[in-house]
T-cell receptor, first 111, second 114 residues
Framework: QKEVEQNSGPLSVPEGAIASLNCTYS??????FFWYRQYSGKSPELIMF????GDKEDGRFTAQLNKASQYVSLLIRDSQPSDSATYLC???????????FGTGTKLQVIP | KAGVTQTPRYLIKTRGQQVTLSCSPI?????VSWYQQTPGQGLQFLFE???????NKGNFPGRFSGRQFSNSRSEMNVSTLELGDSALYLC?????????????FGNGTRLTVT
C-alpha cells in the first residue's frame, strides 16, 4: 500500500465549477499536510498546508483534513483554465522534513 | 528574497559516469531536502540535511549521496550512473526545525543518462 494515495486523473471540470481533489494517507501519526501545484515542466509550488482537523480557506482554495479517516482534500472554487496542472498531496509523518508525496492528480479546467 | 537555486538546469551524462548537482537554499533556511521525480514514480525522497547533518534518508542505493556545507548550500552526487537515473532532481529548502514547515522547491536539474 502506498503511503500517500491520489487518483491520477485526469479530473476534468468546466470553468467556474468546483474542483475536488482527494488524498488518503496510511500513517496515522502524520502531523502536517500540504498541497502543491505543478505545471508541466515546472517545479512544485506550495498552495496550502493544514495541520488540524477541519477546513482551512485561502482565497479560492479550501483544504479539508479528517485525521480519523486519514483523508485530506483540496477544493478549488470558480476553477480557471490557469488552474490546469497536477496537484500533489504531501504528508509529513513527524520525522523532521521527511515529506512523502502522492503521485498527483492532473486537473483539466475546460473553458 | 531569492528562491531556491539549483545548478545546472540540464545535464547529459553517459552510463558509468558520476554527476554532482548543486542547491542553494532560500536565505535563512537551514534544511535542504532532495527529491527525484520520474513520470512513473512521482516524487521520491532522497535525503534531508540540516546544519550539515543528514537527518533522513530515503530508499535509494548508496550511489546517491549528498552533503551540506556550513552556509546551508547542498550538493548531491550520483556515482556510476544508470539509465534509470534519468529524472528531474529537485531540491527544496525549509525554514526551521519544525516538521510543519513547508518545503520550497527550486527549478530542478534535468538529468539525462545515455
Amino acid at each position: 500500500q502506498k503511503e500517500v494515495e491520489q487518483n491520477s486523473g485526469p479530473l476534468s471540470v468546466p470553468e467556474g465549477a468546483i474542483a475536488s481533489l482527494n488524498c488518503t494517507y496510511s500513517d496515522r501519526g502524520s502531523q502536517s499536510f500540504f498541497w502543491y501545484r505543478q505545471y508541466s515542466g515546472k517545479s512544485p509550488e506550495l498552495i496550502m498546508f493544514i495541520y488540524s482537523n477541519g477546513d482551512k480557506e485561502d482565497g479560492r482554495f479550501t483544504a479539508q483534513l479528517n485525521k480519523a479517516s486519514q483523508y485530506v482534500s483540496l477544493l478549488i472554487r470558480d476553477s480557471q483554465p490557469s488552474d490546469s496542472a497536477t496537484y500533489l498531496c504531501a504528508v509529513n509523518s513527524g520525522g523532521y522534513q521527511k515529506v512523502t508525496f502522492g503521485t498527483g492528480t492532473k486537473l483539466q479546467v475546460i473553458p | 528574497k531569492a528562491g531556491v537555486t539549483q545548478t545546472p538546469r540540464y545535464l547529459i551524462k553517459t552510463r558509468g559516469q558520476q554527476v554532482t548537482l548543486s542547491c542553494s537554499p532560500i536565505s535563512g533556511h537551514r534544511s535542504v531536502s532532495w527529491y527525484q521525480q520520474t513520470p512513473g514514480q512521482g516524487l521520491q525522497f532522497l535525503f534531508e540535511y540540516f546544519s550539515e547533518t543528514q537527518r533522513n534518508k530515503g530508499n535509494f542505493p548508496g550511489r546517491f549521496s549528498g552533503r551540506q556545507f556550513s552556509n546551508s548550500r547542498s550538493e548531491m552526487n550520483v556515482s556510476t550512473l544508470e539509465l534509470g537515473d534519468s529524472a528531474l532532481y529537485l531540491c527544496a529548502s525549509s525554514s526551521s526545525t519544525d516538521y510543519n514547515s513547508p518545503l520550497h522547491f527550486g527549478n530542478g536539474t534535468r538529468l539525462t543518462v545515455t
